[in-house]
């Protein structure tokens, strides 16, 4: 057993039937599905995340969990959203990526201080260990090269 096969539990809901779903993102490879509606647990992604599910997988996360917020109307969120695709991509398995829209969030926003958009936060343990504000290429990779680095 070596780090990489380390438990990290995170808890999902299904966008397809919104049940919620705890995986263990280190066997993502094995293409979870959703407890309830058997559609796959997509996990190479961004995953919208809302207010009501923010404490539970972001917070609750066992792995590091960069956060997009975003808004639809905001021009440069279109640079940092390929960004993100990509970084889910390369770190599945290690890292979560999810994305929230402030709209649909405004608490969030408020309670992380967010003042222009595209944030991005790194957490893990549930703290806030980074953050990127407008679009910021290799700060955002160099932090999510750190999140899941081991040790
Ligand atoms: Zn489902």
């Known amino acids: 057993m070596n780090e990489v096969s380390a438990k990290r539990k ?16 280190g066997k993502s490879g094995d293409r979870p599905k959703c407890g ?28 590091p969990v960069l956060v997009d917020f975003y808004a639809d109307w905001c021009a440069p969120c279109k640079y940092v959203a390929p960004l ?23 608490d969030l926003s408020q309670k992380f201080g967010i003042r222009s958009i595209p944030t991005v936060i790194l957490f893990k343990d549930g703290e806030e260990v980074g953050r990127s504000v407008g679009f910021e290429p290799e700060k955002l990779r160099d932090m999510a090269e750190e999140a899941v680095r081991p040790g």
């Open 10 to 25: 995170v808890t999902l809901r299904c966008p397809f039937c919104l049940t919620l779903n705890t995986v263990d993102l």
């Open 36 to 63: 309830n509606c058997k559609k796959p647990l997509l996990l190479d992604r961004p995953l919208k995340v809302g207010g009501e599910d923010f404490d539970r997988t972001v917070l609750g996360s066992e792995a």
């Open 84 to 106: 993100m695709d990509e970084l889910a991509k390369t770190h599945e398995g290690t890292l979560l990526v999810v994305k929230i829209d402030t709209d649909q969030a405004p």
